[in-house]
């Protein structure tokens, strides 16, 4: 068997609608040249900080290891660190993750989803995201939405609140946001599903009131509309706001989500396997809220590589509800870097039985994507206080 030798490290970037993005992949390598796992650690930021963890997990815990261990390794390198946990050090343990069981499907000669417990699902239902003008008026909205659905989606998410709103919101920024939602309704008909974004913004007063005025037009759920850091106020809007509410990308292990859970203050959890630990965390985090018959729905602003992990681990989970994808409208090249990342097709995309996650490594194509010096995102998080 193979033992684990070192770590290097690939960085590419691109850009969509309103944001441009960097992303950070783990190439865990073994004493055979022609064997390594690839992982996603995408931090958004802190790049730099992410790669000394990771190096410094791998010189102090994986060197001369057998990668079979995963889940050895994972409580190994969670437990023994003094400071545990973090949004950091849970995206290098989630690169590291991902890229052990990427190396363990290739040895053993399987997908990832089968060494999950096999697949429920040989297609994965996703939602588009990335497609919107932010802010945008209603009729280009409406406009938008239209090429989305045409290119097949049955799901599209975006977040309708503009730019320049934190905790409060003025009524004719409310009255902007429901007329955005209701054009887009009227687009896509009543068969579409719409995710409305509020990326953590509003206080509970405003969280409940921007929902009862979005409530008639059915929304699959309501995405943060108040801080996952208090969950009394989590709990207070699903109480008061007739739309399923879903949050969790700021979330970074199986305790908080635990606790969510136990509450019943979300319907949908929104774990991100490339800052929530990897795979092996995210397994759990949807066996936790199985036994609450909440679904998953990972959040995804992922390379390939984490896309990828997340479309093996819906395929094994029970409690499945979508994926998240911008894939088709970021640049080109994103699928380019990574031959066997698959396209959606009619609002899926299909499970592939290629070995461990299915991927090849394109150098080239990394080589002429560089990072960004400086990363942007519209999504609505400027805070107008």
Known sequence: MPAITDVEFRQFSARHHNATRNWLVVKLNTDDPAVYGLGDASPMENEEEVKRLITDFVDSYLTGKDPLDHEVHWTTMYHDPHARGGRLAMTALAGIDIALWDLKGKLLGQPVYKLLGGAHRDRIRVYANGWYTNPGTPEQNAEEAQKVVDMGYTAIKFDPFG????????????????????????????????????HAKFDVMNAIQLGKRLEEYRPLWYEEPVSEENISELLEVRRKVDIPIATGERLYSKFPFAQIVEAHAADVL???VANAGGITELKKIAAIAEAKHITIAPHNVCAPVGAQAEIHLCASIINYEIQEYHAEFYDDHYFTIFPGFPRQRDGYVDLTDAPGLGLELNEEEIAAHPPFKKTTARGGTVRGI
């Open 163 to 198: 730019q320049h709103n934190y905790y409060k919101v003025p009524l004719e920024e409310a009255q902007l946001a429901q007329d955005r939602v209701a054009a887009v309704r009227r687009a896509v008909g009543p068969h579409v599903d719409i995710l409305i974004e509020a």
């Open 270 to 272: 929104q774990p991100d």
